[in-house]
């Protein structure tokens, strides 16, 4: 256990940039998608943290209210940013203090029903089985390049989280290394911002996917 604060530093450096590296982007979907990736930032800094100075009495309950921010609120936004990416969904930029009171809503309710692991399988699952459509529909429309990043995210973010076991109750076993599971997510952040970063202008000549609305 003592040696998962390395890849904790991993994934928040990963999340950060990735954050950071979205929020340079004018477009409604990928200023969505960097808040989630900030959420999984702020947890894994937190994990950090816990792990590297050994304080698992101190942080161990504002790890986990972290990383289900992360998990309810974060992949909402996520799943929100990709129907909005491929324009099934138009959102307003200029609305987005309304977007993130959606995604705190949906946190507010999971934890006052103290069902929040619950929340965060079904929004995750959620999200996975939109990138796989999306996945699907670009493939159809001869964009390989954004349906292969698209799809290899989802596969690892579904394998990490139901088979490696990422949470306090994962869906198959126990957690088996949670190293292993947050250079996953690292990798897996990676891969998302190979789909938003994607040129717009070149989305557009592609197949006239607009610019989300600002």
Same mark, same amino acid.
């Given at each position: 256990?003592?040696?998962?604060?390395?890849?904790?530093?991993?994934?928040?450096?990963?999340?950060?940039?990735?954050?950071?590296?979205?929020?340079?982007?004018?477009?409604?979907?990928?200023?969505?998608?960097?808040?989630?990736?900030?959420?999984?930032?702020?947890?894994?800094?937190?994990?950090?943290?816990?792990?590297?100075?050994?304080?698992?009495?101190?942080?161990?309950?504002?790890?986990?209210?972290?990383?289900?921010?992360?998990?309810?609120?974060?992949?909402?936004?996520?799943?929100?940013?990709?129907?909005?990416?491929?324009?099934?969904?138009?959102?307003?930029?200029?609305?987005?203090?309304?977007?993130?009171?959606?995604?705190?809503?949906?946190?507010?309710?999971?934890?006052?029903? #103290?069902?929040?692991?619950?929340? %965060?399988? /079904?929004?995750?699952?959620?999200?996975? $089985?939109? *990138? !796989? =459509?999306?996945? &699907? #529909?670009?493939?159809?429309?001869? %964009?390989? /390049?954004?349906?292969?990043?698209?799809? $290899?995210? *989802? !596969? =690892?973010?579904? &394998?990490?989280?139901?088979?490696?076991?990422?949470?306090?109750?994962?869906?198959?076993?126990?957690?088996?290394?949670?190293?292993?599971?947050?250079?996953?997510?690292?990798?897996?952040?990676?891969?998302?911002?190979?789909?938003?970063?994607?040129?717009?202008?070149?989305?557009?000549?592609?197949?006239?996917?607009?610019?989300?609305?600002?």
């Amino acid at each position: 256990m003592t040696h998962w604060w390395m890849a904790e530093v991993i994934l928040a450096a990963s999340a950060w940039w990735a954050s950071q590296r979205l929020m340079q982007s004018r477009q409604s979907a990928a200023f969505l998608a960097a808040v989630c990736f900030a959420l999984l930032g702020l947890a894994s800094a937190i994990g950090a943290v816990k792990f590297g100075f050994q304080w698992q009495t101190r942080l161990d309950d504002l790890h986990t209210l972290a990383s289900r921010a992360f998990g309810v609120a974060g992949l909402y936004l996520l799943t929100m940013a990709l129907l909005d990416w491929i324009g099934w969904l138009r959102l307003h930029r200029k609305l987005w203090l309304a977007h993130l009171a959606d995604a705190a809503l949906v946190f507010i309710l999971g934890y006052w029903l #103290a069902r929040l692991s619950l929340f %965060q399988l /079904v929004i995750g699952l959620a999200m996975t $089985l939109v *990138a !796989v =459509v999306i996945a &699907v #529909a670009l493939w159809r429309r001869r %964009q390989n /390049v954004q349906a292969s990043w698209l799809l $290899l995210a *989802a !596969v =690892v973010f579904v &394998v990490n989280g139901l088979v490696i076991g990422g949470g306090t109750e994962p869906l198959l076993g126990l957690p088996v290394r949670m190293d292993v599971f947050h250079l996953s997510l690292a990798f897996w952040a990676y891969c998302m911002v190979q789909v938003f970063a994607w040129p717009a202008d070149r989305m557009n000549k592609n197949d006239g996917i607009k610019e989300g609305v600002e």
